[in-house]
Every structure is written in structure tokens, then in C-alpha cells.
């Protein structure tokens, strides 16, 4: 009898001692597996670090670069407003000197029409200056151009085409008492050696 007591006591004592070591392997699994966790989140962070420390520079780059072409159209459009503006001015009292005639003044008048103009239409008015100087001053005419109003047709920075209304008030021989013509001009303005000069004078 006390043999089979001990037996069981010993059993008893078995059991009780078997789920510590359960609990132990469930421990050491928890501490395996979240030893396992810290590094894979270890190896996965220097990753993201890396991607950070690359996007970041390259983003600011890209903005950078952004920024300045997007600043670059504004001044251009900018500066071809600007000759846009310019190359009007000049086209409205061009048309006026070249609406304006005074035959008592002809080789002045034409001097400045010349002075003011380039290229193709320089070469056309200089041919043809001779005989208009005489046929005006046969003629005793006179003129007084003046431009009621402009648009600009095209523009850029060396080229801009201007759309001119004029009245153009007109005595002659033929016609002592004043009558006015309105006309439209189309005159194409170039930009040389820093000035607007007329390349091309159109009647439409």
C-alpha cells in the first residue's frame, strides 16, 4: 500500500510539472517568433529609409525643374507682350508717316517714311519714290493721316504684325475742298538693330 501511494504521489508530481514545461515551450516559441518579427521589421526599415532618402532629393529636383521651366514661359510670354506692345506703337505712327504727305515737303516726307522702313517694302517705296515725288508735286496734294484704331494679328519676340484703321484727310488740284478715306493697313514690323522698322505695308 504506501508502495502504490508513492507511485501515485510521483505520478501526481509528474503531472503537475508537465504543463510548466508547455508553458515554457510556448514562451520560448513567443520570444523566437517575435525575435523573428524585430528582424524582418530590422531588415525591412533600412529599405524604406533608403527609398525615403532617394525620392525625397529627387522630388525637390523635379519641382526645381518645374518651377524654372514654368517661370521660363512666363517671361517669354512676357517679353513677347512686351514687343507686341512696342512693335504696335511703332506700326500706329508709321502709318502716320506714311499717311501724311505735304507737297511743299516731299523729300522730307519721304525721308522719313525710309527711315522707318526695312527690307521689301524699304526697296518698293525707294524705286518708286521718283516718280510719286513728281506726281505729287504736280499735283499740289497734301495728306494728314491719322489711325483711329490698331489690333495686333501676330506677335513674337523679333516679328509682329499690326492691323491699322486710318482717316486719311486729302486735298489736291482735282479736289481742293478736304475729303476723307478711311482705309485698313496691314503692316508687318521687324525689329532691327533695336528699333521697329516696317518690312511689309499691305492695303487691304
Partial sequence: ???TKATDEDAEEKEAEEPDVEVTEEVDDDV???GKGEKRRWRKR???QYLRRGIMPALLVASLAVSGFLGWRQWQAHQIQQAGQQAQQAAIAYAQVLTSIDSNN???NFRQVLDGATGEFKDMYTQSSVQLRQLLIDNKATAH???VDSAIQS???NKVVVLVFIDQTVTNTQAPDPRIDRSRI???MEKVDGRWRAS???LL
Avoid: F, H, N, Y
Fill in 1 to 3: 500500500m504506501v508502495a
Fill in 32 to 34: 523566437r517568433l517575435k
Fill in 46 to 48: 533600412p529599405w524604406r
Fill in 106 to 108: 516731299v523729300d522730307q
Fill in 145 to 147: 493721316g491719322v489711325v
Fill in 155 to 157: 506677335e513674337s519676340t
Fill in 186 to 188: 496691314k503692316i508687318t
Fill in 200 to 202: 511689309k505695308v499691305q
